[in-house]
């Protein structure tokens, strides 16, 4: 069955980079999703990436893919105090529009 | 351009009543997905609309239940609720095309006491 995986929680410096990390199962995953979720709101779409690319940049956010291990990570550049939030890895099969999600990644930012 | 929009933020419901939370997605988009979110079992898939018809369904009792508006609106509705049933409802709205993103709306915070 379909399951994604990620570590419960990693602590950084502020200014420090931020990689957060996931491994999924299901080699017909097609994207790959990072959200954000703050306390008491919704969850926010980071970026995603296609299951042909190995890498994909946005502003600070870099994303890599290694299919062959099935391993997906979010890298976060100059973290600030203001990226605290938990992070959840969620992938999609070709055809469905259902999200399968990993438990999250709480990500604490200290000054 | 809007975003998703959930209807009400909070509830607070006793158990066995039944409860109805809505979702208006963005606007164009003709697919809404519904997700269950708690502490012990994370996000999970509950069922999802296209053009008002269901298009897919998570692993949950016929308790859960769900319709969709030809204006994409889409509702949800929890009969007989139970303890467990407390939970963040969270409503996803995207284009329902392969590949496209997803955007969630800010859920409904559901509490059975």
């Known amino acids: 069955g379909e399951d994604v995986e990620q570590s419960l929680f990693l602590s950084v410096r502020e200014g420090d980079s931020s990689v957060i990390n996931c491994t999924y199962t299901d080699s017909s995953s097609t994207y790959l999703y990072w959200y954000k979720q703050e306390p008491g709101a919704g969850l926010q779409l980071l970026t995603y990436i296609f299951s042909n690319m190995d890498m994909k940049q946005d502003q600070r956010l870099t994303v890599l893919l290694n299919k062959k291990d099935k391993h997906l990570s979010l890298r976060i550049a100059d973290t600030q105090t203001g990226d605290s939030a938990i992070y959840f890895c969620?992938?999609?099969?070709?055809?469905?529009?259902?999200?399968?999600f990993g438990k999250g990644t709480m990500l604490l930012v200290s000054p | 351009k809007a975003g998703v929009t959930q209807t009400p933020r909070y509830l607070i419901k006793t158990r066995g009543q039944q409860v109805t939370l809505s979702c208006s997605p963005i606007?164009?988009?003709?697919?809404v997905s519904w997700y269950q979110q708690t502490p012990g079992q994370g996000l999970q898939f509950l069922f999802e609309y296209f053009s008002e018809t269901q298009r897919n369904k998570g692993n949950f009792p016929g308790r859960f239940s769900g319709r969709q508006f030809s204006n994409s609106r889409s509702e949800m509705n929890v009969s007989t609720l139970e303890l467990g049933d407390s939970a963040l409802y969270l409503c996803a709205s995207s284009s329902g095309q392969e590949g496209t993103e997803a955007f969630f709306g800010q859920g409904t915070r559901l509490t059975v006491v």
């Open positions: 969620a992938e999609r099969n070709s055809g469905y529009s259902t999200l399968t």
């Open positions: 606007s164009g988009h003709r697919s």
